[in-house]
């Protein structure tokens, strides 16, 4: 999911349930059985879940409910302080909370940025009735040197998104750290690679799809390096108590791990207003 190499991975800041395991099991498999008794998922609860409509409906609630004045479009190129505050583009403000990628908060800071970020593309292929495994996707290791790296069928893995003509949505994940000249191919050759890889590695001959998109996500999957964690605290420890880092740049990849970013972010700032 992180689309680099697992041995240039901090295992704290990637699997931090499998870290603290591994630091009182004796056996990688001891710390694997000790991090799922840790976190047991209740009866009933599906492995997967998702929001009805797409997970951009998930930050539009957020935003109405917290009835703040949003502006977009702004771009700030300097972080500047000022007397009571700090001033961010035409603003001046009590405080702020960087939720930004590394590399843009380190820019606005003036530090050398804590990480780096591989990029991706997405390829979705509508295919009728094609004969697909039985499963919600695959990955595939990059020693296999293949194009695509992950799978998802969707209308086998959102039962929502199952249509009655028989057409399924497949998403094919593209691109790995160190890769990106993969990604500097036209988006009708990444549709023609990504059919053609998919069929072999299904093992069946795919129907040709009757719709296709491709989306790049530049910068997308941010590669936490051993010490990672360590980090990411010593550079926060040198900013004012009135500005704080957020993301999935420093505290996991997901909505989950945002959140719990986001929340303590904030707590961090109004703890330094106090």
């Given at each position: 999911m992180y689309a680099g190499r697992a041995d240039a991975l901090?295992?704290?800041a990637t699997m931090p349930g499998l870290a603290r395991a591994a630091r009182v099991e004796h056996t990688l498999t001891g710390a694997v059985c000790a991090a799922l008794a840790a976190a047991p998922r209740p009866p009933g609860v599906p492995v997967f879940a998702t929001v009805a409509g797409g997970v951009s409906r998930l930050a539009a609630a957020v935003a109405e409910a917290s009835g703040?004045?949003?502006?977009l479009g702004a771009p700030v190129r300097e972080l500047t302080p000022v007397p009571g505050g700090w001033r961010v583009g035409p603003d001046t403000v009590d405080a702020v909370v960087l939720a930004l990628p590394a590399r843009a908060a380190a820019?606005?800071?003036?530090?050398?940025?804590?990480?780096?970020?591989?990029?991706?593309?997405?390829?979705?292929?509508?295919?009728?009735?094609?004969?697909?495994?039985?499963?919600?996707?695959f990955l595939v290791p990059a020693q296999e040197?293949?194009?695509?790296?992950?799978?998802?069928?969707?209308?086998?893995k959102w039962a929502h998104l199952r249509r009655d003509d028989g057409v399924a949505l497949v998403r094919a994940s593209v691109g790995r750290y160190g890769e990106e000249h993969r990604l500097h191919a036209g988006d009708p050759e990444l549709v023609r690679?990504?059919?053609?890889?998919?069929?072999?590695?299904?093992?069946?001959?795919?129907?040709?799809?009757?719709?296709?998109?491709?989306?790049?996500?530049?910068?997308?999957?941010?590669?936490?390096?051993?010490?990672h964690v360590e980090r990411v605290a010593a550079?926060?420890?040198t900013l004012p108590?009135?500005?704080?880092?957020?993301?999935?740049?420093?505290?996991?990849?997901g909505i989950p791990a945002c959140v719990r970013s986001g929340e303590a972010a904030a707590d961090d700032v109004l703890k330094g207003l106090s």
């Open positions: 901090s295992l704290a703040a004045r949003i502006r820019r606005l800071l003036g530090v050398p940025p804590p990480l780096d970020y591989a990029s991706v593309a997405l390829v979705t292929l509508a295919l009728p009735a094609p004969e697909l495994p039985a499963l919600s996707g040197g293949t194009l695509v790296k992950a799978a998802t069928f969707f209308s086998t690679g990504v059919h053609s890889e998919l069929s072999t590695l299904v093992s069946s001959r795919l129907p040709e799809p009757v719709d296709a998109r491709v989306q790049r996500w530049g910068g997308a999957l941010p590669q936490y390096p051993v010490g550079l926060r420890a108590p009135t500005v704080a880092l957020a993301g999935a740049g420093y505290d996991g990849v």
